[in-house]
T-cell receptor, first 112, second 114 residues
């Protein structure tokens, strides 16, 4: 049973435009959400996170939005750059959990 | 200086063999993990371990056994390898569970069973 879902396996965006990556979850106990970025032949690296007490968190070009009622979060990248091309994983956890729960990832391609 | 390192990066072996993947972290974290990324690219937890407790995912076959000689190391032993074990295995570590669980990952070990 996959509790974190990324329904878009891939996304292509022109350089300079906005990239929006979406993530849905089913477990209402999740209270902390993270985005990871993964390049080929490397492990995932932490990008940005958000607590359930917030609905938005910004870090430079990256902004994560959380809609708890819809059990949905999204990652916005503005402006998108070719170096952003990677697989992005959404992950979630709750205070009493032992590990992160990951989505299946979205492959972002930023076209120069 | 690599924070989480795992070896080998690539491992090709025959069915029925026993193999190990090593993982070390130099971040001082007290929790370590093994994740499996299968052909569908799904990153799924196999084990989480801190210096007090090993949490075993009940869906993992008992041919897989984690071993932690100390809190900086968590090795993965796999007995009687099967074709379906082919995947990329990631080691990770964090300060703890819950909202401290921002995990740092190793580069992965691509296991191919032939």
């Amino acid at each position: 049973d996959q509790q974190v879902k990324q329904n878009s396996p891939s996304l292509s965006v022109q350089e300079g435009r906005i990239s929006i990556l979406n993530c849905d979850y089913t477990n209402s106990m999740f209270d902390y959400f993270l985005w990871y970025k993964k390049y080929p032949a490397e492990g995932p690296t932490f990008l940005i996170s958000i607590s359930s007490i917030k609905d938005k968190n910004e870090d430079g070009r990256f902004t994560v939005f959380l809609n708890k009622s819809a059990k949905h979060l999204s990652l916005h990248i503005v402006p998108s750059q070719p170096g952003d091309s990677a697989v992005y994983f959404c992950a979630a956890i709750w205070a009493g959990a032992n590990n992160l729960f990951f989505g299946t990832g979205t492959r972002l391609t930023v076209i120069p | 200086d690599t924070a989480v390192s795992q070896t080998p990066k690539y491992l090709v072996t025959q069915m029925g063999n026993d193999k190990s993947i090593k993982c070390e972290q130099n971040l001082g974290h007290d929790t370590m993990y093994w994740y499996k990324q299968d052909s569908k690219k799904f990153l799924k937890i196999m084990f989480s371990y801190n210096n007090k407790e090993l949490i075993i995912n009940e869906t993992v076959p008992n041919r897989f056994s984690p071993k932690s000689p100390d809190k900086a190391h968590l090795n993965l032993h796999i007995n009687s390898l099967e074709l379906g074990d082919s995947a990329v295995y990631f080691c990770a570590s964090s300060w703890g569970a819950g909202t401290n669980a921002e995990a740092f990952f190793g580069q992965g070990t691509r296991l191919t069973v032939v």
